[in-house]
């Protein structure tokens, strides 16, 4: 459209705008979309177009955002979302929204750089997204040595979009960010000693009703439509693979590598669309998509009941997203797993909008990933792997796991659950863990060890802990433990606290089946006076306390079992409650050892000593 242009005037039949200038055919494009529940920081990109979006007005009437403007008369505007910068178009008409980006404006619309990069890539927000379909038309259009290619009007390729959204009546849109991926090698070259280069976008809804599962029928709202308004960021050019998005699309259990199981790759028909590869991204939306050509808009969409989804084969995936009240299970078969594999602009992420959800597959982190779970949502990875990515959970929802295993655990919200029953498989490890205020780390029956570097995180866990017991009723915030608020076979339990090379690990060893070394800081499910965690109460532990009885500022392995900090009568009590016993599966049966009549004789003659040394400092 070069420098100054009319306002586009639009056939409501047709819904093109035919430009004055020539035009060559324009090669189809295929289309990939990639969600993400969190939108990601600018991406590191061969070509940025737009990332901040900051508004500069020009002489011809036209205010350009990172060298894009709207000629259709919908507005767009600088939003912000969160602290960060988005494009925010409102598609104020029944058909179209229309941005266009010119090369004197942004000089990354060079033809050049097209060609260099051929694949585009941009983050799409549609949960305002509500009626009609959400089709994305690309048209480019430019001059040159071998006359004008492409223009507004002509040729472009559309991707139907409409399996990404929540329709009306539902009262929220997909609460996911999308990932656009699109391979733009078929309209290339471009020439490149030209005038000018225009970039444009529509975004269209096409239909101004929406299908009503209640009635059964496409309501016509008579063109009192309401605007539409989509957001959008981080568009680059860049020669990264294109990534493949999919929304199950099944009502029923079915297999992962089954193609029309999935909506979202090809054409017209929304099926196809498996999601496998690093940087892919998986939905399962309340609604699954039929569509419709010859109307070109999509038909009913069926409710999606809980299902069991199979990986069949092993899958990779950089995002997976779930927004469904019904429950759903990723199972598998033959020992298939899931991986999750982010990529440049595609932030790894497990995101769970709504319901109770489970992956009993084996999932390994290949990158840090970020685990969202929304407030009264529950999302079970019950065979998490030991991982070269670390898990950071936010989001008020809960987050249950057999066991947590890579560089760094950072709860900074909700709250993580290590699943109950008690075994060296329950065991985590982790290089750093943090719990955000307010969060909670869960350990129920388990273990955790921290192989930290640098500094002792030792003082921070045990004001984690002492936060987690609250008081005894262990549902603080912290660390804490579901188990020990009720003990077992009348024996008090807690979560006792140390370093490694504290209690017989200076030179390295295992510990609940993990191998440790000395600079770590371990943390045990044990009965309360065990003092040197080894899963008995013993005359060690009684030594330990003994030394430190009448003591301030003491910590467990000096015989503090209630975590006031001071050792004495009662710290002693829950040691005598416990004497000569030990753990299920650790060193013996709790209850089962008799005390041997020297034993108790001599932790006879130290409890005495203990009271005559307390009466003493009173004196």
Known sequence: MGEQSNNGQYDQRNQRVWRQRGMKALAAAAIAVTGMLLRAPAASADVTIGADWTPVSNSNGFTYYDGITNYSGNPLAQVDVNGNKWLQLDVSNAYWGQTTGQKWANAALAPDNFNNNPHLEFDLDLSQWHWGNADYKLELGNDGSAGPQGGQGGPNVIRQLGYLTVPLPASSGNPFIQHVSMDLSSLLPRQTDGTYLDFMQYIEPRYWGYYDNTAQSWLDTGNNYSSQR???????????????????NLDADGTWSTPANWAGANFGDGSGGMPNGAGNTANILPVGHVYDVPNQRY????????????????????VLNIDNSNSYTVASTGGNGLTIQGAVGVPAAINV???????????????????SVAAASALTLSGLQTSTGGLTKIGAGALNVNNVRGPALNVNAGNVSVLPGRSTNGTSKVGALSVGAGASLDLNDQDLIVDYTGSSPLATIKSLIVSGYNNSSWNGSGIRSSSALTGFNGHSTALGYAEASAVGYASGGTFRGQPVD???VLVRYTLRGDADLNGSVDLTDFTFLAGNFNGTGKGWQQGDFNYDGSVDL???TFLAGNFNSSMPGDVGGV????PEPASLAAFTGLALACVARRRSRAK
């Open 299 to 318: 038909g009913s969409e069926p409710t999606l009941g809980g299902h069991t989804i199979t990986l069949d084969v092993p899958v990779t995936l950089g």
């Open 591 to 594: 209850g089962a050892p008799v």
């Open 353 to 371: 909008a709504l319901g109770s959800h489970t992956i009993s597959a084996p999932v390994t982190l290949a990158s840090d990933t970020t685990v």
């Open 570 to 572: 009662t710290d002693f």
């Open 518 to 520: 000395n600079s770590s």
């Open 230 to 248: 989509v957001l959008m960021d981080n568009l680059r050019l860049t020669t990264d693979p294109v990534k493949t998005n999919g929304a199950w």
